[in-house]
């Protein structure tokens, strides 16, 4: 890696922005981030970026108004610094769910999102496992899409008999569900969701034998626990085994969702640190790294090199 650069962490996850630093053999770059008395975000960074390659870390996790405005604030610091190139690596991407009008007079604050991310300057989106493909087709950049599943596959197969069936808890998931069942050796099932409110969900369907099965159910995220809870429930209704295993990307696990999920039947619940996740005492819950995928994307990028072997996995 001959070029010259520079990480960069905001405060919404500082230690996985660390931990692909310390994969890339350096420490996060030095930068001041703090608030003015009324709320406004104050960034200062203390080296100098002039002529680098910046790589800015820093999820949409919740309080996704102020990260996002952090992120912004940070690439326009570095853009007015001199920087050669702004990768900003949003691991998770908030409001990504907001790809759509589902009612009239409603923003697509997603696609806004995306067109303030541009204006900033960043030149280059790096996020992991999008909550539906076509979002990148919100940004003129050029945009790579990681993925956790080959890494939380891999943990899981330890986990996993034969023969599991892999749960897609709404139609969304079920490109997500037949990748992990292609690695997995299993097959899948799909439940329809009824959405009744922001925070309420309820299956109404269920195409799939699960029956006496070993069942994983796989969502790129958990919010409020509210889609998971529902596919636990209809999943036991149906006559699944008593030990569930439940894996999602970005485990936001907001207030409430703890209560809806450690439930007997749940054996393991696999997340990754794309998110920060204060929650250390709830033995079900196993946190996978992908910071080993970030480092080995910003490797592939300094080196011109592709990222196909890294979509592969394990
Ligand atoms: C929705 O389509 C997403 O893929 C997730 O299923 C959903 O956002 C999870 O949110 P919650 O945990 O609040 O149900």
């Known amino acids: 890696m001959s070029r010259e650069f520079v990480v960069l962490a905001g405060t919404a996850n500082p230690e996985l922005a ?3 630093a310390a994969d890339l053999g350096l420490l996060p770059g030095a930068c001041a981030i703090e608030r003015f008395p009324d709320g406004e975000i104050s960034v200062q960074l203390q080296e100098s970026v002039r002529r680098k390659e910046v790589f800015l870390i820093q999820p949409l996790s919740p309080p996704v108004n102020d990260h996002l405005v952090e992120l912004l604030a940070l690439a326009d610091a570095c853009r007015r610094a001199a920087a050669a190139r702004i990768t900003a690596v949003v691991p998770y991407l908030g409001y990504a769910r907001s790809d759509k009008r589902h009612r009239r007079r409603e923003p697509i604050t997603g696609r806004m999102v995306a067109d303030v991310l541009e204006t900033v300057g960043i030149d280059h989106l790096v996020t992991v496992d999008l909550h539906a493909p076509q979002i990148e087709g919100f ?6 899409t990681l993925t956790a599943v080959p890494r939380l596959a891999t943990f899981l197969r330890e986990e996993l008999p034969q023969g599991v069936v892999v749960v897609a808890p709404d139609v969304g998931a079920l490109r997500m569900a037949t990748d992990y069942a292609h690695r997995l050796n299993g097959t899948v099932a799909v439940l329809h969701k009824r959405r009744d409110s922001a925070t309420g969900t309820h299956v109404t369907h269920l ?25 636990i429930e209809a999943l036991l209704k149906a006559g699944a085994r008593q030990e569930l295993t439940i894996a999602a990307t970005h485990g936001l696990l907001l207030a409430g969702a703890r209560q809806k999920l450690a439930q007997d039947a749940v054996k393991t619940i696999a997340i990754t640190d794309t998110v920060f996740q204060p929650i250390r005492d709830w033995p079900q819950l196993q946190s996978i790294s992908i910071a080993p995928v970030i480092a080995g994307a910003l490797k592939r990028f300094l080196e011109h ?5 890294l979509y592969r996995g394990d």
């Open 18 to 20: 660390a931990a692909v």
């Open 139 to 144: 940004f003129r950049i050029p945009v790579d």
């Open 207 to 231: 195409v799939g034998d699960v029956g006496g099965k070993t069942c994983l159910i796989v969502d790129d995220m958990i919010s409020t626990g509210g889609t998971i809870a529902s596919a």
């Open 305 to 309: 090199r592709s990222l196909s072997d």
